[in-house]
């Protein structure tokens, strides 16, 4: 008797990727939808450790892809989302239609092909896209329903699967050579050597000194302006511009003639022209101009926030993402800078509201992107809806930091429509002759902008200052009405020196600019690349600017030398578009992989390439020369200076060593500062005595944190070792042979830091023990409790079980006693704003709530703090390493955490359904 037929029951499970766009979607569908989030991806590629036995051996086993068949993925469902998916079934099981709704790129589609394949629905399945999450973008999916985009699928795994073969086969070079733990990758590898390129362009560079002269010049009306020295005697006056990184005037400006003014001959040159008579030789006017920036795509957005609002990439993304599954604005990860017909509609009627018709102009305006091939969603980011809201309607709905993402997005939305900012610019040339006969002409410019245009809502910053050219200054400058002839009073010349200065470094507005430029990654990989070489340490920040540390200056060495076409920037660009020709359907995701990994004809491979590396000189690979006989060493501990030792050094001599201060950038590494290290350094380590009670020898060293003493804890002898062993029981496995034996585990020394007087060329032996006997036992309490005294990071403190009590000085560590312990204990612990510590750090203001940032400590460590939001200070970074830029990241990064307002009056929220719940929980 064949099946029962199941009976229809009207439900559509439409199935997203988070719980929050699952309820802002569920309120635009109509009855008989159900709406449920897979809260991101569903599965992935295991860790070949967690692969099954018999596949281990297998070709799968090394990357959980099986590298001679097609390059098929092994798949696994994550531990944590395997209850997710039962639930995901649960709901599919007397659904009538399922609705995959992730987003409209090619992870999206992947998200949705997974879900495909692991649920196995046996009903009609239906892909739906939108780029807004409203009722009219929700609708619009409706639709266009279709089937899944496969080329987009494949593009993704692609991906993926490239990201694994690179990874997982570059990366254990790193670790033999460099250091454990470090990562390579397609993108983030890149990104680093631009970081490290840029830092090697600032250590080679030389600064060169020049003097220009500038002053105040009335015109018989009784206005004023400055001008600069423009030529002297017809030749143009060297400015910053004309010379090279090395110092030396470029070629083209000595061959032009070019006057290079030092100190002398500008100060010459200023004596001799007072009392100077000045005429101005031409005025000249045009047409001032100004068109307004494209719509924000996802880099130029990372870009204006880093600029505007002083975020990080990834906090960007993440409060972006927020405002999207809200409804607030249309899909974050895009290259396009189009809008839609409705958008440009909504765009140009608020701009007639707002400002007046005269903004609008006569068509509206059409942006092309730099990218054809742009892989994304089809639309620029912008204010939801087909009428946009404008900032203020908006505001009592969102968070602080909400509020100023959506506003930036709006602005520069409306910008991108209205008509032209127009002025006209002014040069006027003046010249008067000094009394050595010599002719010095000087130059202004000023412009005046007549309509503001664009520039009444928006205008885009940028990352560098005010040029040596003076570019900049003539923005809104009105100059005198003058005309060629006129005298003019010359007063006030003064000459100023200059000194060119390096490349500016990248800061994560400008790499994601430069990544974007060279067409290397895509949207939604910016913000993780950037994470990614600052979670592994490759990346600090200083301020705003990318510093690279010196591991990833040994990491890019080996890169560059050994695996140059993986690290260049060409073929990692054609690598992106190779993958846009995977999406549009015009090449085989098998056979792409294939070339890649096994390589074509007289083109090598990956495989090859890493099988046929031949030796690699690791020393070398770690070692930079910072001086003619001072070499920096990356460590396993960090980087170090050693000195060349003499020709003439009795063998086994150990060369001289110092540490590099961890807060000195590479750059700032010169060899006067290498030899200045290397003077103050100990010479090795300083020999103290031996402890009377253990007989170990005790050293006062150098060390990454500062100087500090400890003992010298002998190694076993291969004798002592062998005894040792013999020792142990033998233990055996199942199959009968024995299990080898364990090595001791080493015994940790006892270390203490010097106090901030004790200087470890100085520091004596009785000191040392003193501060090695630390922490001391004071005593106990009434209740019996042990009380100790100890030094910690900011200073001196007594512990009496969970509660700390700071000392006034070092030396009250030895001093103090267990009655003035126990009356320091009997004072209340001072909480509360009225008797609160001093802060341990100052940050400034947050640009978002405008309070103070402060760092404190608290119950549970340290934390910064702007009296609203806590955060605590990421394990690994210490309070010293912590700048303003990431104390405000940090908080930004707190906030976006936290839920949207709402609208108080949002009826909808009442009836929120019982069976979202669960989704909700596992956000």
Same mark, same amino acid.
């Given at each position: ?80 989302k395997k209850k997710r998916v039962a639930d995901l079934k649960r709901e599919l099981k007397d659904a009538d239609e399922l609705y995959l709704a992730t987003d409209a790129d090619r992870e999206g589609e992947a998200i949705s092909w997974h879900l495909l394949e692991v649920l196995k629905p046996k009903v009609p399945v239906h892909r739906m896209t939108f780029t807004e999450i409203t009722k009219e973008g ?491 006989? /001072?070499?920096?060493?990356? &460590?396993? !501990? $960090? %980087? @170090?200076?050693? *000195?060349?030792? =003499?020709?003439?050094?009795? #063998? ?45 020898? /005790?050293?006062?060293?150098? &060390?990454? !944190? $500062? %100087? @500090?003493?400890? *003992?010298?804890? =002998?190694?076993?002898?291969? #004798? ?54 630390? %922490? ?148």
């Amino acid at each position: 008797m064949p099946a029962k037929a199941k009976e229809p029951t009207g439900k559509k499970l439409v199935i997203v990727e988070s719980p929050a766009k699952s309820k802002s979607i569920a309120k635009y569908l109509g009855e008989g939808f159900v709406v449920d989030a897979s809260v991101g991806h569903i599965r992935d590629l295991p860790q070949p450790s967690e692969l099954p036995a018999e596949l281990k051996k297998s070709p799968v086993g090394k990357f959980a892809v099986d590298v001679d068949h097609g390059f098929e993925p092994y798949y696994v469902v994550y531990p944590d989302k395997k209850k997710r998916v039962a639930d995901l079934k649960r709901e599919l099981k007397d659904a009538d239609e399922l609705y995959l709704a992730t987003d409209a790129d090619r992870e999206g589609e992947a998200i949705s092909w997974h879900l495909l394949e692991v649920l196995k629905p046996k009903v009609p399945v239906h892909r739906m896209t939108f780029t807004e999450i409203t009722k009219e973008g929700v609708q619009r999916g409706l639709n266009n329903l279709r089937e899944l985009d496969m080329d987009l699928v494949d593009a993704q795994e692609t991906r993926r699967i490239l990201d694994r073969l690179y990874g997982y086969e570059i990366s254990p070079v790193l670790w033999r050579k460099v250091g454990r733990g470090l990562s390579a990758g397609r993108v983030q590898s890149v990104a680093t050597r631009l970081v490290v390129e840029r830092e090697r362009e600032r250590m080679a560079f030389r600064s060169a000194s020049y003097w220009d002269l500038s002053g105040e010049f009335v015109a018989g009306s009784g206005e004023s302006f400055r001008a600069r020295l423009n030529t002297l005697n017809g030749s143009r006056v060297a400015s910053g511009r004309d010379f090279d990184d090395r110092g030396a005037l470029r070629p083209a400006a000595a061959k032009a003639g070019a006057v290079h003014l030092d100190e002398a001959a500008a100060t010459s040159l200023v004596a001799s022209l007072e009392g100077a008579a000045f005429n101005v030789t031409s005025v000249e006017s045009k047409p001032y101009t100004r068109r307004p920036a494209a719509p924000f795509t996802t880099s130029t957005l990372q870009q204006e926030a880093s600029r505007k609002l002083r975020w990080s990439a990834r906090v960007a993304m993440q409060v972006a993402q927020r405002l999207y599954e809200n409804g607030y604005i249309t899909y974050m990860r895009t290259d396009s800078v189009h809008l839609s017909d409705e958008a440009v509609t909504a765009a140009r009627k608020q701009i007639t509201e707002l400002y007046g018709a005269e903004y609008v102009p006569g068509s509206p305006r059409v942006y092309k992107g730099r990218n054809d091939s742009a892989q994304e969603a089809h639309e620029a980011i912008r204010p939801a809806g087909d009428a946009f809201r404008t900032p203020a309607q908006v505001r009592s709905q969102l968070g602080a930091d909400e509020y100023r993402l959506y506003e930036l997005i709006w602005k520069r939305t409306v910008a991108s429509q209205m008509a032209d900012a127009k002025g006209s610019t002014a040069t006027v040339r003046l010249a008067g002759t000094a009394g050595d006969g010599r002719v010095a002409e000087f130059v202004a410019s000023g412009t005046v902008i007549t309509f503001r245009g664009f520039l009444a809502a928006y205008e885009e910053s940028t990352d560098s200052a005010e040029t040596e050219t003076g570019k900049g200054d003539d923005e809104e400058r009105r100059l005198p009405q003058l005309v060629e002839g006129a005298p003019l009073t010359g007063r006030d010349i003064e000459a100023a020196g200059h000194e060119t200065t390096p490349p500016p470094r990248y800061t994560e507005a400008s790499i994601v600019a430069e990544l974007e430029k060279r067409e290397i990654g895509r949207p939604s990989t910016y913000a993780p690349t950037i994470s990614t070489i600052m979670d592994r340490g490759y990346v600090t920040k200083r301020g705003g600017a990318l510093v690279p540390s010196w591991i990833a200056f040994s990491v890019i060495r080996l890169l560059e030398e050994h695996f140059g076409q993986y690290v260049d920037y060409d073929f990692t660009a054609r690598l992106e578009d190779d993958l846009d020709e995977i999406a549009a359907g015009r090449r085989s995701r098998q056979a792409w992989l294939q070339n890649f990994y096994f390589g074509e004809g007289d083109a090598e491979g990956l495989k090859a390439t890493v099988e046929d590396l031949g030796e690699i000189d690791a020393r070398a690979i770690n070692s930079i020369s910072v001086a003619d006989d /001072i070499t920096l060493r990356v &460590g396993k !501990f $960090g %980087p @170090y200076l050693e *000195e060349a030792l =003499p020709s003439d050094a009795p #063998e086994g001599t150990e060369p001289k060593r110092a540490n590099v201060p961890e807060d000195l950038a590479p750059d700032e590494l010169t060899a006067a500062k290498a030899r200045e290290l290397m003077d103050a350094a100990v010479p090795g380590d300083r020999e103290l005595g031996k402890d009377p009670v253990n007989g170990r020898t /005790i050293v006062a060293k150098e &060390g990454r !944190f $500062g %100087p @500090y003493v400890t *003992e010298v804890i =002998p190694e076993m002898t291969e #004798e002592q070792l062998q005894a040792y062993l013999d020792a142990l029981p033998t233990e055996y496995y199942k199959n009968g042979n024995p299990k080898p034996k364990k090595k001791p585990a080493k015994e940790k020394p006892r270390t203490a830091s010097l106090f901030k007087g004790m200087d470890p060329n100085t520091v004596t032996f009785e000191e040392a023990l003193r501060l090695l006997s630390l %922490p001391r036992v004071v005593g106990t309490d009434a209740d019996g409790t042990e009380i100790t005294a100890a030094n910690g990071r900011f200073g001196p403190y007594l512990k009496k079980g969970g509660d700390y009590r700071s000392l006034t000085s070092e030396d009250e560590l030895f001093t103090v006693t267990e009655e003035q312990a126990r009356a320091i204990y009997a004072q209340p612990k001072q909480r509360g704003r009225g008797n609160a510590k001093p802060p341990l750090a100052e940050f400034g203001e947050d640009p978002t709530t405008g309070k103070p940032i402060v760092a404190k400590e608290g119950r549970f460590g340290e934390y910064i703090t702007d009296g609203t939001t806590n955060v605590t200070i990421p394990r690994g970074t210490s309070l010293e390493e912590l700048t303003t830029e990431k104390a405000i990241e940090l908080l930004a990064e707190k906030r976006a955490k936290a839920p949207a307002k709402k609208p108080a009056a949002r009826a909808t929220t009442a009836k929120k359904a019982p069976a979202k719940k669960p989704a909700t929980k596992k956000k």
